[in-house]
């Protein structure tokens, strides 16, 4: 992709987006503390970088850190054994028996995968032995510092102008002219804290949405950094990295990250939460919602003092977890969860007093229209949503496809949704008794938001292509539907075919699919999942 494509692409969509601003409000934003735009991404927004080459255009080259180096020396096998993280001495001496094999055979710094190589050929069984945390404590312990030929630290290089996937490039460039509308020369903070190494994470996050344009910086807000700021315990930071985050040799990789993270803690929280109202937006990593929950809210589930900063900018991105975090607060229906783990079999099949798969207490609250989950269809979800609804008795829920993006424009002029990237977004309604109503937004749906409800704007409809022929579903009960996306499939069959009914299963429960009298069909868009479906009933039993 040439520079002055991808130019005229940013142009393009910067457009689009002040004619979708246009359309609901009439008139220019509002002031900035009155105005926001959530950008939720259903999953990684994965980019061509020097770390992840796979992402990238063909033969493409870019210089950076290609990959993480480890080696054996005498003395790290030293600081493990005397460092180790635990009470397991027996694990402890096989470790230190199996490494010290490993130095005899190889003296260099080798890849990761190299590393685990030699370690199953010695002792595949010690090393499935470890506890995660050994295991993580071991890896820390052994990585190696890669540096410039100008003896800087070697850092990912971000390219997205080189990716592979347009629908990611369309994310990208919807948050620059988002940023852009917000402000002429706008800035972002980064915070990789759903991560567990959030410093390793920080090169691809910051580099995400780093132009000439945009100032893109990483704001060090880990478990080690609230816990230092919040006790006036910053000379602390290096035990409260292991404590805290169960990290360990970080200043040896990471020295310039470790050296912001000790510069905020040092400058105090009202310093902190400065740097985010100067902020004009904010991106948050996927990774584990939990661990950035644990940078927002202390254990009593109060928020830190920076937290309504970052409730509050103008432009919010988050990206799977980052995503996922943003749903929280208050509605019509009470409080509104947050999704932590679980298939959708599993959440079927648990107790229904098992909350074990979602925290009542919330997310950071950008987003109060209910539940969001994401890899949604392609991890198949949808019943797992569907079940924590009624587990939280919360009526909305909303589930993010991957590489497709939730757009939420907020005025007090009013507000609407929109979806953009590849695939779409999932609104369900529960209804009580595992009854719900199922609505499917494309790429390219506008969505009005009126009367506590969420329906396809009559714009869209209008917009609607043609509907075209296809046969009729065949007259089965179609199985294992909660596998590899087959119930998008399903459903975008019956809106294709203009289909009344439909039946499938997975292992003992039967999903029935059913027109209703407000139930409607439109193609929105030529691609595989470009159907609009909304209001279709979703009925769920056992057998």
């Given at each position: 992709m040439t520079h002055a494509f991808t130019h005229y692409r940013q142009q393009q969509l910067v457009r689009f987006l002040a004619v979708l601003l246009s359309i609901t409000f009439c008139a220019s934003l509002t002031a900035a503390e009155q105005s926001q735009t959530l950008i939720l991404v259903g999953s990684e927004l994965s980019s061509c970088s020097s770390l992840n080459m796979q992402q990238c255009d063909k033969n493409t080259q870019i210089a950076g850190k290609a990959e993480h180096l480890f080696s054996v020396t005498a003395e790290k096998v030293?600081?493990?054994?005397?460092?180790?993280?635990?009470?397991?001495?027996e694990v402890k001496s096989s470790?230190?028996?199996?490494?010290?094999?490993?130095?005899?055979?190889?003296?260099?710094?080798?890849?990761?995968?190299?590393?685990?190589?030699?370690?199953?050929?010695?002792?595949?069984?010690?090393?499935?032995?470890?506890?995660?945390?050994?295991?993580?404590?071991?890896?820390?312990?052994?990585?190696?510092?890669?540096?410039?030929?100008?003896?800087?630290?070697?850092?990912?290089?971000?390219?997205?102008?080189?990716?592979?996937?347009?629908?990611?490039?369309?994310?990208?460039?919807?948050i620059t002219g988002s940023l852009k509308v917000a402000n002429e020369q706008p800035s972002v903070l980064a915070i990789t804290a759903a991560s567990r190494d959030p410093y390793a994470a920080a090169d691809f996050t910051q580099g995400l949405l780093s132009t000439a344009s945009v100032n893109s910086q990483w704001l060090a807000l880990t478990p080690a950094l609230v816990k230092a700021i919040t006790t006036n315990t910053c000379e602390k930071l290096p035990q409260y990295r292991q404590s805290e985050m169960r990290l360990y040799n970080r200043e040896a990789i990471y020295p310039d990250r470790i050296q912001a993270e000790n510069t905020l803690c040092s400058n105090?929280?009202?310093?902190?939460?400065?740097?985010?109202?100067?902020?004009?937006?904010?991106?948050?990593?996927?990774?584990?919602?939990?661990l950035t929950r644990s940078v927002l809210f202390d254990e009593n589930n109060q928020a830190y003092p920076w937290t309504k900063a970052l409730q509050t900018r103008p432009v919010v991105i988050g990206s799977g977890a980052g995503a996922a975090i943003q749903s929280g607060g208050k509605n019509i229906s009470g409080n509104i969860a947050t999704i932590t783990k679980g298939s959708s079999l599993l959440a079927l099949q648990a107790d229904i007093n098992d909350s074990s798969m979602f925290n009542l207490a919330g997310g950071l609250a950008t987003f109060n229209y209910g539940m969001i989950d994401t890899h949604f269809s392609e991890q198949n979800r949808t019943l797992r949503l569907a079940t924590v609804l009624d587990?939280?008795?919360?009526?909305?829920?909303?589930?993010?496809?991957?590489?497709?993006?939730?757009?939420?424009?907020?005025?007090?002029?009013?507000?609407?949704?929109?979806?953009?990237?590849?695939?779409?977004?999932?609104?369900?309604?529960?209804?009580?008794?595992?009854?719900?109503?199922?609505?499917?937004?494309?790429?390219?749906?506008?969505?009005?938001?009126?009367?506590?409800?969420?329906?396809?704007?009559?714009?869209?409809?209008?917009?609607?292509?043609?509907?075209?022929?296809?046969?009729?579903?065949?007259?089965?009960?179609?199985?294992?539907?909660l596998t590899n996306a087959k119930l998008r499939s399903l459903i975008q069959a019956m809106c294709l075919s203009q289909e009344q009914s439909t039946v499938a299963q997975q292992d003992q429960f039967i999903l029935s699919l059913s027109v209703q009298a407000n139930t409607a069909y439109h193609r929105i868009n030529k691609d595989q999942y470009g159907c609009a479906i909304s209001h279709l009933e979703l009925a769920v039993s056992t057998f």
């Open positions: 030293k600081k493990i054994t005397q460092q180790w993280p635990s009470t397991n001495q470790t230190v028996k199996v490494l010290l094999a490993i130095k005899a055979k190889s003296s260099t710094s080798i890849t990761k995968p190299a590393l685990l190589w030699h370690w199953r050929d010695i002792d595949n069984t010690q090393l499935n032995s470890l506890s995660e945390q050994e295991y993580h404590f071991v890896m820390d312990m052994l990585e190696v510092p890669q540096l410039s030929s100008q003896g800087q630290r070697l850092a990912e290089q971000v390219n997205p102008s080189l990716n592979n996937e347009p629908a990611i490039n369309n994310i990208l460039q919807f105090g929280v009202n310093s902190l939460v400065k740097l985010i109202n100067n902020s004009t937006g904010v991106i948050f990593n996927n990774g584990e919602q939990d587990k939280t008795q919360q009526k909305f829920g909303f589930g993010i496809d991957e590489a497709t993006a939730l757009v939420v424009i907020k005025s007090s002029a009013g507000n609407l949704i929109t979806v953009i990237g590849k695939s779409g977004v999932v609104y369900l309604k529960a209804k009580g008794n595992q009854h719900y109503n199922y609505s499917y937004w494309p790429v390219g749906s506008v969505i009005d938001i009126a009367n506590e409800d969420f329906t396809l704007s009559q714009r869209s409809i209008n917009k609607a292509l043609a509907s075209i022929k296809i046969p009729a579903l065949p007259l089965q009960r179609f199985g294992s539907i």
